[in-house]
């Protein structure tokens, strides 16, 4: 495994290389990082024909690079920038033998200019977390811009628990023509139902115990769902209602059509209920999608 500092040298690196499997993290990974990482390794390049149970014998190798970049544009004024966790070295100790190069830019690389060049992402990203944290997504969309022009991957695998960025990529790479595939891997959670995050380290032990009941709730509000209510406005209520009571600062739970992430209709059978909230000092988000047959 080759670690990477500058895009001189990353474009360099994979000039000749055959498929590029990506995937872009802040670093401080977890099981859900590697999860993604792991999938990247699945996808070679099947262009000789139909592809057989020996999928590395018959397609072209891949090689799977890893970013590890802590964003400064995606952060507000009042946010953990300064204090998000920085671990390299563990970091790359997961990575051995998953990735075959990890790319670990300075800011000054990503930004070796004042950036006056933003992506604007779409309407829906001032709704949901957007409405909490301004300007979060138009952080976000630009730098996972900057990455993947500098990569310039075939594949590019991103996690569904941060599921209005999934959706705002899958848009920015639809409507800008990028030559690139996006995958959202499903999230990862602990053995109790928690949704991994690298935020979850913030949580005091009892804090630990309370934050399963986000995804409770929302399985809850899947439950409902599938059970025939189609108020979403009052299940969205009783829920956070719920959450509320325990002590929970609920920014939003709701239910949308996951194409779109819009209000659903009555109609629409493919939904997923998504919720952020904070217990004590530490922001959560989680998700369920929900198919009605």
């Not at 309407?123 to 949901?128: F, H």
Request: net charge neutral.
């Amino acid at each position: 495994m080759m670690q990477i500092n500058t895009i001189a040298a990353l474009r360099a690196h994979l000039a000749q290389a055959g498929t590029v499997a990506f995937v872009p993290t802040m670093g401080n990974l977890h099981e859900g990082h590697i999860d993604l990482v792991r999938q990247a390794r699945g996808h070679a390049d099947c262009t000789k024909g139909r592809q057989s149970a020996n999928r590395q014998a018959d397609c072209g190798a891949v090689t799977v690079v890893v970013s590890i970049f802590v964003n400064p544009l995606q952060f507000g004024p009042a946010e953990d920038f300064d204090k998000y966790p920085r671990t390299l070295d563990a970091d790359c100790a997961k990575l051995e033998g998953l990735a075959d190069v990890v790319f670990v830019p300075a800011v000054n690389e990503m930004y070796a200019r004042q950036q006056t060049v933003f992506v604007e992402p779409p309407p829906i990203a001032d709704e949901l977390c957007g409405a909490a944290r301004p300007g979060h997504f138009r952080g976000m969309a630009t730098v996972v811009l900057k990455l993947l022009n500098t990569v310039q991957p075939q594949v590019a695998l991103f996690g569904k628990k941060d599921y209005q960025q999934l959706h705002i990529i899958r848009q920015m790479v639809a409507q800008m023509n990028l030559p690139v595939r996006i995958i959202g891997g499903e999230t990862v959670r602990a053995a109790d139902g928690l949704a991994l995050s690298s935020r979850n380290q913030y949580l005091s032990a009892r804090e630990r115990e309370e934050a399963v009941f986000l995804q409770q709730t929302l399985d809850k509000v899947r439950l409902e769902i599938l059970g025939g209510a189609r108020d979403y406005a009052k299940v969205e209520a009783d829920a956070a209602s719920v959450l509320t009571k325990r002590g929970w600062q609920v920014e939003y739970v709701s239910v949308r059509d996951q194409e779109s992430l819009g209000i659903p209709a009555v109609s629409d059978r493919m939904l997923v209920v998504l919720a952020a909230a904070r217990l004590g000092a530490t922001r959560l988000i989680d998700n369920l999608e929900v198919e009605l047959v």
